[in-house]
């Protein structure tokens, strides 16, 4: 759980996007943060109190003029790691650049030393004002940071223009990296390959595997989270581009390792989650293979090596997988680790219960040059991923 022990504002105001707040304020409690939510008058209007108590299972701020919570508006502008404003209305945009305090929520922000995260969502106009965008100079300059608006349909209608709030996943990611950034991941350039590669026996039929891209996927939100760059080479997969990480889509093993080769050269870290194909059909049609009687034997050749034939750039930190349905399995990945001169290799049993292919959790084996292997639990695959990153780390400083 990222947030596991952090302590989070989230200040609501009253934007339509108000209902999104929701969300975030359910996803920022999954992900282990405590929650305390601050309401302006115009945002309880929008969504009562008692939804973001129920979703977060601990009190909300609505007033400076509460009973017994006298000053709570200055403990929680001491007390949380972060403090998030989703949305930020024009006019809350205003009052906080002016300094006012005359409500509950700009009398913490301006009380707050420590890190603002704002989510601007108003209409495109409001956005693209004079007023509005001198006040979130004002804001940013004073140390603030942004996420979003984004571009796209608006509550009153079709727009082209920035004004819609990101999206609650977008200001996840973003809180994260403002908590989890770390020093031996900033600025340094991390390629990830994630999901299945497809190759065609003809215009309509692949040979593939059953990867979701789960894994790859959580490494990059992972990594982007510890304030690397990073770029996700991804083969065909229904999942959504973690935000912030940049996407290069590839479909065959040869695509993936052209791509690979390309990005690795500035590099400091390779992770190869991906599950290629390992063989394709060795003469794909060009038109449809009609069907006939009895059975139809084709002749399959082996893809490229990916990680066996890369060229990286000296002190580029790799981390290999490697999927085995049982047997000596920490033998096997102990010779990969050799023959394809890794740093490490993350080892996972297709066949056990909740690890492996198209499931949330993984339970690996991460196996390094000189230490003892590092058997994890059953975990989800963010936590997986976190500890494969740990290990990076190490090796990283
Ligand atoms: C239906 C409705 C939707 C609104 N949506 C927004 C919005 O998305 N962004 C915004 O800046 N103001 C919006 N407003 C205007 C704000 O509610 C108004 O400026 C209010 O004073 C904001 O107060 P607050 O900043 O203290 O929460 C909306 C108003 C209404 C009635």
């Not at 977008?170 to 999901?195: C, D, F, H, S, Y």
């Amino acid at each position: 759980m990222p947030f596991a022990g952090r302590h989070v504002v989230l200040g609501v105001s009253g934007g339509i996007a108000c209902y999104k707040s929701c969300t975030l304020a359910r996803r920022l409690t999954e992900a282990g943060a405590a929650v305390d939510v601050v309401l302006t008058a115009a945002a309880a209007e929008f969504v009562r109190p008692v939804t973001f108590e129920a979703l977060t299972g601990r009190p909300v701020l609505t007033s400076l003029w509460e009973r017994d919570r006298a000053l709570a508006h200055i403990g929680l502008a001491r007390e949380p790691d972060l403090v998030i404003v989703a949305p930020a209305t024009a006019n809350v945009l205003a009052r906080a650049a002016m300094g006012l305090a005359d409500d509950v929520l700009t009398a913490l922000l301006l009380a707050r030393t420590g890190p603002v995260l704002a989510a601007p969502a108003m209409n495109d106009a409001m956005y693209a004002h004079p007023a509005t965008r001198a006040n979130l100079k004002g804001l940013v300059a004073r140390g603030w940071h942004l996420v979003g608006p984004d571009t796209g349909p608006l509550a009153e209608g079709p727009s082209d223009r920035p004004g819609r709030m990101s999206e609650p996943e977008a200001i996840l990611a973003a809180a994260e990296r403002l908590l989890l950034q770390r020093a031996p991941w900033q600025g340094k350039n991390v390629v990830v390959t994630a999901g299945p590669t497809r190759e065609h026996l003809d215009p309509v039929r692949v040979v593939t595997n059953p990867s979701s891209g789960r894994m790859g996927y959580a490494l990059a939100e992972a990594a982007y989270a510890r304030g690397a760059d990073v770029v996700l080479v991804s083969g065909p997969s229904d999942l959504p581009l973690p935000f912030g990480v940049t996407a290069h889509r590839v479909e065959t093993t040869a695509e993936m390792q052209r791509a690979a080769q390309a990005l690795v050269k500035r590099a400091a870290v390779l992770i190869m989650a991906a599950a290629p194909a390992d063989y394709r059909p060795a003469q794909p049609g060009a038109t449809k293979r009609p069907r006939a009687k009895g059975a139809l034997t084709v002749e399959l050749e082996a893809t490229p090596d990916i990680l066996g034939s890369l060229t990286r750039p000296a002190g580029c930190v790799v981390v290999g997988f490697a999927l085995e349905t049982g047997g000596d399995g920490v033998a096997r990945a102990r010779k990969k680790l050799q023959d394809k001169v890794l740093d490490f290799v993350v080892l996972n049993d297709a066949l056990e219960p909740g690890a492996g292919f198209e499931v949330s959790t993984n339970r690996v084996t991460i196996i390094g040059k000189d230490d003892e292997p590092i058997e994890l639990p059953l975990l989800p695959k963010r936590d997986v991923a976190e500890r494969i990153l740990d290990a990076v780390e190490r090796a990283l400083t």
